[in-house]
């Protein structure tokens, strides 16, 4: 059971099941770092939408087994459960997201009771739900009810991303989660003019608000500027483990860094344990371990 002390992170967005050919696997970034800020003895809370089918009954069952709070899972009679189809090509993996899922319709009504009622101290979004009207409707809502911290965890896939979605989530957003790709796509698409990744990230700092942009460069680790133009950077971790695979290596990043925002660790702090953890993750299969006892380690050295 959650301790009613534990800091509360409202996470909106997509919680769906990953088709692969052999099996089927729970995620959506809100839900995989969600699962991991549950572990590490926070409390998330899951925004989001199911449908009523056999996936939202072992969806609950999974959350259930977590130990996570269900309040924010609202239910859709009309729409199925998200779903997307993982394609291998190589060592690297397509996500085909089909579209019309319950996730793209979130109740604004609902959700800002919700927010109301678990005053969170972090919220978390990305951008793949807001390509719906309804669900940017709830998401604006979500933001008109609370003053805490918002961190953008962009996620661009097409085709189901446009600038005016964009340019929306990062006047929202305190702090801008992204990737080096995903940086490039925000280069071409609000034609910064510098072919250097910090002037295009201090130029978003400074057209949008932002107090910080994280940027996770995969092998290479990770960098982040703040509003008053310092940088700290992490070097990639080396592993004597086989890399498996990369799924959700960058939202354990983006939790274990808000992991580090609530518990008012540095950046100097923050970044290489969760370039470590994210490190991990690429030697396991899939985006969340089979057991809490990977956790212990972690929660063991820092303490938490």
Same mark, same amino acid.
């Given at each position: 059971m959650?301790?009613?002390?534990?800091?509360?992170v409202l996470l909106f967005g997509e919680v769906l099941a990953d088709i692969f050919d052999d099996r089927k696997v729970f995620g959506g970034a809100p839900f995989n770092v969600a699962r991991h800020l549950q572990a590490f003895g926070l409390h998330p809370v899951l925004i989001t939408r199911i449908g009523n089918d056999e996936l939202r009954r072992e969806l609950l069952a999974v959350i259930k087994d977590a130990g996570?709070?269900?309040?924010?899972?609202?239910?859709?009679?009309?729409?199925?459960?998200g779903q997307v189809m993982v394609h291998m090509e190589g060592r690297?993996?397509?996500?085909?997201?089909?579209p019309e899922q319950a996730? *793209?319709?979130?109740? &604004? =009504?609902?959700?800002?009771?919700?927010?109301?009622?678990?005053?969170?101290?972090?919220?978390?979004?990305?951008t793949l739900a807001q390509r719906s009207a309804k669900s940017a409707q709830a998401l604006g809502a979500l933001i008109r009810s609370s003053n805490a911290p918002r961190l953008l965890d962009i996620n661009l896939r097409k085709p189901w991303y446009d600038v005016p979605t964009i340019e929306r989530s990062l006047r929202r957003a305190n702090l801008l989660k992204i990737n080096?790709?995903?940086?490039?796509?925000?280069?071409?698409?609000?034609r910064l003019s510098s072919k250097n990744p910090i002037q295009n990230a201090d130029a978003l700092i400074r057209c949008f608000g932002l107090d910080s942009v994280l940027v996770t460069c995969g092998e290479q680790g990770a960098w982040q500027l703040d509003n008053e133009g310092k940088i700290e950077?992490?070097?990639?971790?080396?592993?004597?483990?086989?890399?498996? *695979?990369?799924?959700? &290596? =960058?939202?354990?990043?983006?939790?274990?860094?808000i992991l580090g925002?609530?518990?008012?660790?540095p950046a100097t702090l923050t970044l290489p344990?969760?370039?470590?953890?994210?490190?991990?993750?690429?030697?396991?299969?899939?985006?969340?371990?089979?057991?809490?006892d990977f956790y212990e380690p972690f929660i063991r050295d820092w303490k938490i």
């Open positions: 959650t301790s009613i002390q534990a800091e509360t996570m709070d269900d309040v924010g899972i609202q239910l859709d009679v009309s729409h199925p459960t690297k993996h397509r996500f085909e997201i089909l996730y *793209d319709y979130i109740h &604004a =009504g609902i959700t800002h009771m919700i927010t109301l009622a678990v005053r969170p101290q972090l919220i978390y979004f990305g080096l790709e995903e940086m490039e796509i925000l280069t071409s698409l609000f950077s992490v070097e990639g971790s080396a592993s004597s483990q086989p890399l498996v *695979d990369t799924v959700g &290596a =960058g939202d354990g990043f983006a939790a274990v860094y925002i609530l518990r008012g660790w344990r969760a370039n470590i953890f994210a490190a991990a993750l690429c030697e396991i299969r899939g985006a969340i371990p089979d057991s809490p």
